[in-house]
C-alpha cells in the first residue's frame, strides 16, 4: 500500500462504484435515475472502451524500443494496421442502413484485446 496516493484510491472507488452500476438492477437504476449514468458512460467511453488502442500502440512500441530502434512510428503503424484489420461497416438490422467508414468501439475496448497484441507483436 505505499505508493498508492489518495488520488489512487479515489480512482478505484470511481471504478468500483461503476463496476456496482453495470450488474447490480438496484444501483444501475438508482444511477439511471440520478443522472450519473451519462458521466458513467462518458468515463468508460474515453478510458476502458478504447483500451485496444492503447495495447497495439504500446507493445509495438515498447518491442521496438527494446531492440533499440525508434518505437513510435512503430507504434503508429502497428494502430494503423490494427484499425484496417477490422470491419469499418456497421449495418442497423432495424432500418436495413449500412453505414461505412466507421471504428467500432464493440472492437476496441476487451474484446479486441488479442487481436491488439497479436498486431503489437507482429508488426513490432
Do not use: P
Request: proline share 0%; hydrophobic share 50%; net charge negative.
Amino acid at each position: 500500500m505505499g505508493c498508492y496516493t489518495a488520488f489512487h484510491y479515489r480512482r478505484l472507488n470511481f471504478l468500483i462504484a461503476f463496476q456496482f452500476s453495470r450488474y447490480s438492477a438496484a444501483v444501475a437504476d438508482w444511477v439511471r435515475e440520478s443522472g450519473l449514468g451519462v458521466y458513467f458512460d462518458q468515463a468508460y467511453g474515453a478510458s476502458f472502451a478504447i483500451m485496444s488502442i492503447f495495447a497495439v500502440m504500446g507493445i509495438a512500441y515498447s518491442y521496438v524500443k527494446n531492440e533499440g530502434f525508434e518505437g513510435l512510428t512503430t507504434g503508429m503503424i502497428g494502430l494503423v494496421v490494427y484499425l484496417l484489420s477490422m470491419c469499418s461497416t456497421v449495418t442497423d438490422t432495424e432500418a436495413g442502413v449500412t453505414i461505412s467508414n466507421v471504428i467500432d468501439k464493440n472492437w476496441t475496448n476487451g474484446q479486441g484485446m488479442i487481436s491488439a497484441i497479436l498486431v503489437g507483436l507482429f508488426v513490432g
